[in-house]
């Protein structure tokens, strides 16, 4: 007889199924939603001072390239989850602006890869030494046991937000569990 397959993390039972919600788990919810909502109202912060030079949708562009490698613009575009005449008009700045370069796509010679230039090289690593200098100061107080408990806990539930985002997404918004009317 076979072993069922394990999960890849002991999830403890933490209001998993159909089943009601631990207060666990609802606190962590409304933590990330608290979460999102400082990023957003960050990012607008930063894009009304300008304190960069590459506005936050063109350095999602030149992260993914960083990360993935050469890519056509429609793959970037499915990176990161965007309209593919948005990234057109994006990779037709960041050409401009000597960030791209389109390259000949060894496979098809038709089309084009983008590719980083030294200059956004640069620029993406200014940009990272500002993020890790603000965390640095952000997270001054805190033991290293903490911080690596924290990096492994967050990659833990990136993961699995990520693994769950494309269901949840995807789902009628019918099946969605709701407070039946009257209840609420």
Request: glycine content about 6%; aromatic content about 4%; proline content about 4%.
């Amino acid at each position: 007889m076979t072993a069922a397959p394990q999960p890849a993390h002991d999830h403890g039972g933490a209001g998993t199924g159909d089943g009601p919600v631990s207060a666990e788990v609802a606190a962590v919810a409304e933590s990330v939603i608290r979460l999102m909502r400082s990023f957003g109202r960050r990012r607008a912060q930063v894009l009304a001072a300008k304190a960069h030079d590459v506005e936050w949708s063109a350095q999602m562009v030149l992260r993914c390239l960083a990360n993935a490698g050469p890519l056509r613009s429609s793959e970037v575009a499915e990176h990161v989850h965007a309209d593919p005449s948005t990234v057109s008009r994006q990779v037709a700045a960041l050409v401009k602006d000597g960030l791209l370069e389109r390259r000949a796509d060894p496979e098809d010679g038709r089309a084009s890869l983008l590719v980083l230039t030294d200059k956004a090289d640069a620029v993406l690593k200014e940009h990272d030494e500002i993020r890790n200098q603000h965390f640095a100061q952000m997270l001054d107080d805190w033991n290293e046991r903490d911080l690596r408990r924290l990096a492994n806990l967050l990659s833990r539930f990136t993961h699995d937000f990520e693994a769950a985002s494309d269901k949840y997404v995807s789902e009628p918004t019918a099946t969605w569990s709701r407070p039946a009317e009257g209840n609420s």
